[in-house]
C-alpha cells in the first residue's frame, strides 16, 4: 500500500529528519542531565553515610559496644533521613530505627540499597535507602543508610517522562510536519498545474506569484521571466514558419508546374526529359520534408491543442485505407483493416490520419509481396489502441527508440525512397495527444501501435469527421 502524498513530499521527509535528530537530542539531555543529577545526589548521600559510619567506628573503638549502642539510639531518637541498625552475627538487632535486617542489594564497592517500611500514622510505606553496610570487631555489623525514596521517585519520573516527551514531540512533530507539506503541495500544485497547462500549448499562462517575497515567489518570477522569452521566441518562430510556408510553398509550386509543362514540351524518354523528371521527383521530395517539418513543429509546440474534437477513429482508418489500397496491390501486398465498435478519441483529425498514412506507408513500403498489412482499432483497459501490423523485416529492439528522432533511417531502408521524418511526424503526433507510440514485434514484422488514454475517450456518438487523404513517404 502506497503511502498518502503529503508523507513522500521532500518537505516532510526533511521534517522527519530534523525531527528525528531533535527527539534524540533531547532526550538525551533530559536523560544526561538526571544522570548528572542523581550521581551528585548519590555521592552527597554517600558522603554523609560515610561521615557518620567514621563516627560510630571511632565511638565503638573508644567505648565499646555500650557506648556506640547509646549513640544509634540518641541519634535514631532525633528523626531524620538517616537509618541505623546494629545487629549480632546473627542479624539479630540490637539498636536502631530499624525494625529487622533488610535484605540488601549491593550497588558497588560497600554500598548497598535496600527496601524498607516505614509507619506513617495508621499505614505502612514503602521506602528505598542507600547507604553502607560495615563490619565490627566481635562479630558485630553495622548498617547506616539514608532514606532516598525522593530520589527513587524522581527516577521513575524521569523515566516514564523522557519516552512521553519524546512521543509527544514526533506528534507535535508530525502535525507541523503535515501543516508545513501541506502548503509546499499547494504551491507545487499550482505551480504543476500551471506547467501541464503550458506543456499543453498556452503558452500565455504564468506561474502564480505570492507577497512573501520566500523561495517559491522568487522561483516563480524566474520562471515567468523565461516563460515570457520562450513565448518571445515562440512567437518569432511561429512567425517565420508562416513566413517560409507562404514564401517557399508557392515559389516550389511554380517551379514543379514549370518543370512539368517543359517536360510535356519535349521528348520524356530523352535525356533532358529524363533530368527534368527526376528534377520533378526530387522538387516533390523537397516538399514532403518541407510539410513535415512543419506539422513536426507544430505538434511539438502544442499549438493546435484547441482545435480538437471527438473523433471516431473507424473514419480515420477507412480513409487512409481506401487511399493506400491501390499502392498495396501494386506491391501484392494484402491490406486488410479489423472490424471495430465505434472508437472515439478527442483528437486533430488531420493529424491522426497523417500519422496512420505514415504507419501505413512504412508497413506497405517494407512488407515483400505476398505479405500483409492489417490495421485494428482496439478498446483496452488502458486506452485505444490504433494498431498497424505488418509481415516484413520488422526494427531491431536497440533501434526503435532511434528511430523515432529526425532523419534517422536503418540500413535496411537506405535504398529505399524516403527522408527519414516519418516515425518522427508519428511520434510528435502522438505527443500532442498524451499518447504512447509502441514499436513491438510481431513475429515477424513489426506491430505500431497508437495508445490514446482512457481520459481522452469519448463515449458519446458523434458525428464522424472524415480524414484527409495525404500521406507523407518515409
Known amino acids: 500500500m ?5 508523507f513522500r513530499t ?11 535528530i531533535f527527539a534524540v537530542s533531547a532526550a538525551a539531555i533530559v536523560a544526561f542531565t538526571w544522570w548528572n543529577t542523581a550521581r551528585a545526589l548519590n555521592a552527597q548521600t554517600d558522603q554523609i553515610v560515610e561521615a557518620d559510619i567514621t563516627g560510630l567506628s571511632e565511638r565503638y573503638d573508644r567505648f565499646g559496644l555500650a557506648g556506640l549502642t547509646d549513640a544509634i539510639v540518641n541519634r535514631s531518637s532525633h528523626g531524620g533521613a538517616t537509618l541505623y541498625i546494629l545487629a549480632d552475627s546473627e542479624k539479630r538487632p540490637i539498636a536502631g530505627n530499624l525494625d529487622a535486617w533488610p535484605e540488601l542489594a549491593q550497588i558497588g564497592g560497600n554500598l548497598v ?10 499505614r505502612l510505606e514503602q521506602r528505598r535507602a542507600r547507604g553502607r553496610d560495615f563490619d565490627l570487631t566481635g562479630g558485630f555489623e553495622l548498617l547506616v543508610a539514608r532514606d532516598v525514596a ?3 521517585e524522581t527516577e521513575k519520573l524521569f523515566t516514564t517522562m523522557i519516552p512521553w516527551s519524546v512521543l509527544l514531540i514526533v506528534v507535535l512533530g508530525l502535525v507541523g510536519g503535515g501543516l508545513i507539506s501541506r502548503k509546499f503541495l499547494a504551491r507545487l500544485d499550482q505551480i504543476n498545474r500551471t506547467s501541464r497547462e503550458i506543456m499543453e500549448g498556452n503558452l500565455s499562462r504564468r506561474l502564480p506569484v505570492g507577497h512573501a517575497g520566500d523561495e517559491f515567489d522568487v522561483l516563480a518570477l524566474n520562471l515567468n521571466r523565461m516563460l515570457d522569452r520562450t513565448e518571445r521566441l515562440m512567437r518569432g518562430m511561429r512567425e517565420v ?5 507562404h514564401d517557399l510553398r508557392t515559389p516550389l509550386n511554380r517551379l514543379r508546374n514549370r518543370l512539368e509543362g517543359t517536360l510535356h514540351s519535349l ?9 527534368i523528371e ?3 521527383e526530387e522538387t516533390d521530395r523537397l516538399m514532403a520534408t518541407f510539410n513535415a517539418l512543419l506539422l513536426i513543429a507544430e505538434a511539438e509546440a502544442g499549438v493546435a491543442r484547441e482545435a480538437m474534437t471527438p473523433v471516431d477513429l473507424r473514419g480515420i482508418v477507412e480513409g487512409v485505407v481506401e487511399l493506400y489500397a491501390p499502392l498495396a496491390d ?10 471495430s465498435g465505434q472508437a472515439i478519441v478527442n483528437c486533430i483529425g488531420s493529424l491522426v490520419s497523417q500519422a496512420l498514412a505514415n504507419l501505413l506507408d512504412n508497413a506497405i513500403k517494407y512488407t515483400p509481396a505476398g505479405g500483409g498489412v492489417n490495421i485494428s482499432v482496439e478498446d483496452t483497459p488502458s486506452g485505444i489502441a490504433l494498431c498497424v501490423a505488418d509481415t516484413g523485416p520488422g526494427i531491431a529492439s536497440e533501434d526503435r527508440n532511434r528511430v523515432l528522432e529526425r532523419f534517422v533511417r536503418l540500413e535496411a531502408s537506405r535504398h529505399s525512397p524516403g527522408t527519414g521524418l516519418g516515425l518522427s511526424l508519428v511520434a510528435a503526433v502522438a505527443r500532442l495527444h498524451d499518447a504512447k507510440l509502441e514499436l513491438e514485434d510481431n513475429g515477424p514484422g513489426l506491430k505500431a501501435t497508437l495508445l490514446f488514454p482512457a481520459g481522452a475517450n469519448r463515449r458519446s456518438s458523434v458525428p464522424q469527421i472524415a480524414p484527409q487523404k495525404m500521406a507523407v513517404r518515409s
Request: hydrophobic residues 45%; aromatic residues 8%.
Open 267 to 275: 521528348d520524356s524518354h530523352g535525356a533532358a526529359g529524363v533530368q
Open 2 to 6: 502506497r503511502a498518502p502524498r503529503i
Open 150 to 152: 525522593e530520589r527513587h
Open 113 to 122: 540499597e535496600f527496601d524498607y517500611e516505614r509507619r506513617l500514622g495508621n
Open 241 to 245: 514558419t508562416d513566413s517560409i510556408a
Open 10 to 20: 521532500l518537505a516532510f521527509r526533511i521534517v522527519a529528519v530534523y525531527l528525528a
Open 278 to 280: 527526376a528534377a520533378v
Open 330 to 339: 501494386e506491391k501484392g501486398v494484402s491490406l486488410s483493416a479489423a472490424p
